[in-house]
């Protein structure tokens, strides 16, 4: 049997955990059907889950479709303030399960703004953490992806970053601010969550043969997970679930003697690190 070793911070983390709870608490006490505004984790098992509970994924296109008092629930990313305000003016039931770490990076980004600074955000710009912190600064943050300053910068500068960014990317990213600024205020906003996952998932790929990581593939902390793992483990496989573990190996490719290393997106399930884990023990190594 392989010796499979689960990294030591893996898996859901506070913000999405509490979202999922919210939701579900919420649904229970009120007894209707609940909406939440896009995905509420970058699951397709867990959203599928939640479809069958009566808790349902819209747009920002169906909200015309909603009536007053019905009940829709703000995910982990948060949403900009003009999002907020348009749910306010139609009279919906608003629960905001917004992370905790990405409000506070809204508090800032509102503050700092309203006190003349260019806000700059390090991280992806496609991203509705991103797009709903620009939307604290009326849409008018730089965006920094690659950390390179590419465009010319206001006399006072306020920095955060998406909370999932990678340290180096933040490093990269201030260097090349400081050659361009005189005056510029630095909130490092990478979640611990994040940082302990990356670390503990780094220090891991560093000591095994195979490295899997779980995860939605459209999870962004699960994608650069996998960034990491790859750096130090050359045989690193990202998969979404266990069904996808045939990809991987079959039975020509004898694991029994090897260590394993797993980790998992902060949107990941226990129950689905755990089939994966059950599965490499069992079936997969049994041929
Ligand atoms: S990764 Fe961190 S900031 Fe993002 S939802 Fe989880 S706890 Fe919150």
Request: with cysteine.
């Amino acid at each position: 049997m392989p010796n499979i070793i689960l990294a030591k911070k893996a898996g859901f983390c506070f913000g999405v955990k509490r979202a999922v709870d919210e939701a579900l608490n919420c649904q229970k006490e009120k007894s209707k059907k609940i909406y939440t505004l896009g995905p509420l984790i970058h699951n397709k098992d867990v959203v599928s889950e939640l479809e069958g509970k009566d808790i349902h994924s819209i747009t920002m296109e169906d909200i015309n479709m909603l009536q007053k008092d019905d009940v829709i629930v703000i995910r982990s990313h948060g949403v900009s303030k003009a999002t907020i305000d348009l749910l306010k003016e139609r009279h919906l039931d608003i629960v905001d399960a917004s992370c905790p770490y990405v409000k506070h990076i809204h508090n800032i980004v509102q503050k700092y703004y309203e006190d003349g600074y260019q806000i700059v955000i390090i991280g992806d710009e496609n991203h509705p953490e991103v797009i709903g912190i620009n939307g604290w600064c009326n849409n008018s943050a730089i965006i920094l992806n690659q950390g390179e300053v590419k465009t010319k910068l206001a006399r006072k500068v306020c920095v955060v970053c998406q909370t999932t960014e990678r340290q180096e990317n933040f490093k990269r990213a201030i260097n090349s601010i400081a050659e361009e600024c005189k005056e510029f205020v630095v909130f490092n906003t990478i979640c611990s969550a994040t940082e302990e996952r990356q670390k503990s998932a780094a220090e891991l790929a560093g000591q095994v043969d195979i490295m899997i990581v779980v995860g939605d593939k459209t999870s962004s902390n699960t994608n650069k997970l996998y960034e990491i793992c790859k750096n130090k483990c050359h045989k690193t496989f990202h998969i979404e679930n266990h069904l996808e573990l045939n990809k991987f190996f079959h039975k020509d490719i004898d694991i029994s003697n090897m260590n394993i290393g797993i980790t998992a997106g902060a949107s990941t399930p226990d129950n689905v690190i755990n089939e994966v884990i059950s599965k490499l023990k069992g079936d997969v190594c049994n041929g």
